[in-house]
């Protein structure tokens, strides 16, 4: 596994979930801390699969903490921190009007290039059912931006 | 999807970039160096 990669990778999809810099960060620390105590996959989808499981329980953790704190302390409320990663264009926007779950699977699967079938296990969806789902995803962009192509 | 979209893309999620990569990989490699000289004990002498 190539961590400098990796790391940018996991970072990413928690940035996507926990919309803080520093707090991804953090987890994505602790993300590759956990994978070391774990036995070591000589398969990459199986090491993906446990990044990516690991990140995501470390984030809904996040988010409970969050909860539990109280929406009084955050800095912002979500619409005005998606507003900051999402505004000025067109695609920023089209991906704003997808829900969570969409746009990361849109991340994993073009900006990370995560497999579909690691996807598929990460979601607990088939692969099939994966590559339905992108379509779809991608067909509401293109619709969304009124294009053939994303740009 | 093409390279062009792709980089649309990843601009188009506006996510920073990370800032304390460096620092954690030189002690993940250590750490993981250490991990790996971890020999499990033999069963019986």
New interface residues.
């Given amino acids: 596994m190539d961590?400098?990669e990796q790391?940018?990778k996991i970072?990413?999809f928690c940035?996507?979930r926990v919309r803080h810099?520093e707090t991804?960060?953090d987890i994505?620390?602790e993300t590759?801390?956990r994978y070391?105590e774990h036995p070591q996959y000589h398969s990459l989808d199986k090491t993906l699969q446990l990044l990516y499981t690991i990140a995501g329980n470390l984030c809904t953790d996040e988010f409970r903490k969050k909860t539990a704190v109280g929406l009084s302390e955050t800095d912002a409320s979500d619409d005005d921190i998606e507003d900051s990663?999402?505004s000025k264009?067109s695609?920023?926007q089209a991906?704003g009007r997808l829900d969570s779950t969409d746009r990361e699977i849109?991340?994993l699967r073009?900006?990370n290039e995560v497999p579909v079938n690691v996807i598929g296990k990460i979601y607990n969806m088939s692969r099939f059912a994966v590559n339905r789902k992108i379509k779809r995803i991608?067909d509401e962009l293109h619709k969304d931006l009124g294009k053939e192509?994303?740009? | 999807m093409t390279r062009s979209e792709k980089i649309a893309l990843n601009e188009a999620f506006g996510i920073p970039e990370p800032e304390k990569k460096r620092q954690f990989i030189a002690e993940y490699e250590q750490l993981a160096k250490k991990q790996k000289r971890k020999s499990i004990s033999p069963l019986f002498y």
């Fill in positions: 961590i400098e790391y940018d970072y990413r940035y996507l810099r991804a960060e994505t620390q590759f801390l070391l990663v999402l264009f695609l920023k991906l849109i991340l073009y900006i991608l192509e994303l740009i």
